[in-house]
């Protein structure tokens, strides 16, 4: 098994994008021939190991100008016709179009694939649609990468049987740093800006720790996602007269140099997969607080007064609460900090590589016993 196809719809950054990046190097770098199928380039991509072959099988301009189900048809075809091609000993789809297209595209070929869940599956897998897909399709896949258990256990016991449940990989950049000396009067909150992520929320809370903490000041990293999240930040900012103390600051490429000396970072999720900012937060040594949103990504890697603080969503007395807490009790906020940088242990891109690799070389052998 040495031949292997990545398949989602871009690159551009975001959670699943940023792991297959990193998988996709650390088997390229381990002499497997890796290609990375995509449907179309973002704006602003994650940069991928030079031994990675990228594929576009997305619509070409003819058919673009088809309507919306020949457009679906089309990307079946695509896809089907380069997996028929390339040959691939396996096929990892990650996200929920991905995963059904990959599905589809490979039926009728002895060809294993490997499915992967990145979100909340409430609200992104219970629609009309996917109680057809999911029956259908889904007992099709030889595998399921999972985040965490709540976000598995939504899935028939078909699924779920044949699963496993991995973390995401930390980039290298965040392991390994200096616990800093001394840290400043400043949170740091890093992540997309999005309205699942709820900077918003966010803002409001560090509003009511800056009446008690006025030395303390809230820089919120990140992209604008253009779904309107930033635009609401900023007139919450001008409302609350915060602009002294709430700095929008984009995003930024040495996030582990910028966050590092921070008394802490918070953030506030409606829901996510497991995100990977949370864990870059934790190697980088710095205390945590966040909210527990479902599936359970935050509850998988913080144990609540022990290597970071977990406050209920949607909670903006509690966020602001624990902000407080951390500032005032730097004794615990440090051993809190000591206790989070072991998760670069844990997700290493070299161990989760491994945790992959293995679970892969299961069901591949898996799949042979059973289509002889």
């Given amino acids: ?3 292997i196809v990545f398949h989602l719809n871009c690159l551009e950054r975001g959670g ?7 998988l996709s190097g650390q088997f390229a770098a381990h002499g497997y021939e890796v290609y990375i199928a995509t449907e179309w380039q973002g704006e602003d991509e994650y940069e991928i190991h030079p031994q990675v072959k990228r594929v576009h099988v997305g619509l070409n301009k ?11 048809v089309d990307r079946i ?14 096929v990892i789809a990650f996200a929920r179009k991905a995963n059904y297209r990959a599905l589809t595209a490979t039926i009728g070929m002895k060809m294993p694939v490997l499915i992967s869940v990145r979100i909340n599956p409430i609200g992104y897998y219970d629609f009309w649609s996917d109680k057809i897909q999911i029956p259908l ?40 740093n200096e616990m800093p000396k001394k840290r400043e009067n400043v949170v740091v909150h890093s992540g997309r800006l999005v309205d699942f992520k709820n900077q918003c929320l966010l803002v409001r809370a560090f509003a009511m720790v800056h009446q008690i903490h006025p030395d303390y000041i809230l820089r919120i990293y990140g992209p604008d996602s253009f779904d309107g999240t930033k635009q609401q930040l900023e007139e919450l900012i001008c409302r609350l007269h915060a602009e002294e103390y709430v700095q929008l600051m984009g995003s930024s490429s040495t996030l582990e ?9 918070a953030f506030a999720s409606d829901y996510e997969g497991m995100p990977n900012v949370l864990l870059e937060a934790m190697a980088l040594g710095l205390p945590i607080v966040s909210t527990d949103c479902p599936p359970g990504g935050p509850r998988m890697v913080i144990k609540h007064e022990e290597n970071g603080l977990l406050v209920p969503v949607g909670d903006k007395n509690a966020l602001a609460a624990a902000i ?8 615990l906020a440090e051993q809190l900090g000591r206790n989070a940088v072991k998760i670069g242990q844990m997700a290493s891109p070299e161990h989760i590589f491994g945790e992959w690799e293995d679970y892969i070389k299961q ?6 016993e059973r289509t002889r």
């Fill in 77 to 90: 075809i695509n896809l089907r016709h380069f997996l028929q091609k390339v040959k691939p000993d396996i």
């Fill in 363 to 368: 069901i591949t052998r898996n799949y042979r």
């Fill in 257 to 265: 140099k910028d966050m590092r000396c921070a008394a802490l970072a």
């Fill in 137 to 176: 399709l889904f007992r099709r896949a030889a595998g399921c990468v999972f985040q965490t258990p709540q976000q598995r256990d939504f899935f028939p016991k078909d699924v779920r049987k044949n699963s496993r449940i991995i973390l995401n990989p930390i980039d290298e950049r965040f392991i390994g």
């Fill in 1 to 3: 098994m040495k031949r």
């Fill in 324 to 331: 407080n807490r951390l500032i005032e009790d730097r004794k």
């Fill in 62 to 72: 003819k058919q673009e100008q088809h309507n919306r189900i020949l457009k679906f």
């Fill in 16 to 22: 699943a994008e940023h792991v297959v990046a990193t």
